[in-house]
């Protein structure tokens, strides 16, 4: 199961009067093997967190708490995805310029990637990704 472009990916809602649950098991809802996983929290509501696209790395983005935007630009578009609620993410393949912006208070944003960190998949510059974008067309 893999894609070369963005898209949500509903998971596994158990509901329970008690309290939901919902879970992520390497190998069955994501296209890719989870080899890092962090998260972003404490943003102030309504801020903005600069873009970047990865070379290689695949991503999937949960809003686990609150809400936030994930602004996509492939290339030719720009897409911009409201994550609001924890059993269901954004699944973004590499070289894919994402930013995310309009958190909400508390919120937090899980994000499940296919590599370890390194600095050298990162593209920061928006102009160089869409150069390197559009070479591969």
């Known amino acids: 199961m893999t894609s070369n472009k ?10 329970d009067p008690r309290g939901n649950l919902s879970f992520i098991q390497n190998g069955d809802q994501i296209p890719f093997d989870i080899k890092r996983t962090y998260w972003i929290y404490d943003v102030p509501g309504g801020m903005f967190r600069n873009g970047h696209a990865f070379r290689s790395q695949h991503e999937f983005i949960v809003a686990l708490s609150g809400s936030f935007d994930v ?19 954004l699944y973004i393949p590499p070289m894919t ?38 070479h591969e067309k």
């Open 71 to 89: 602004v996509l630009n492939d290339g030719r578009e720009e897409h911009r995805i409201h994550l609001s609620r924890s059993y269901y993410g």
């Open 97 to 134: 310029w994402r930013a995310i912006d309009n958190f909400s208070t508390n919120s937090v944003a899980m994000v499940l990637s296919s590599t370890t960190f390194d600095e050298t998949d990162y593209i920061r510059d928006i102009d160089e990704f869409k150069q390197l974008i559009s």
């Open 6 to 15: 963005f898209h949500i990916i509903n998971l596994p809602k158990v509901a």
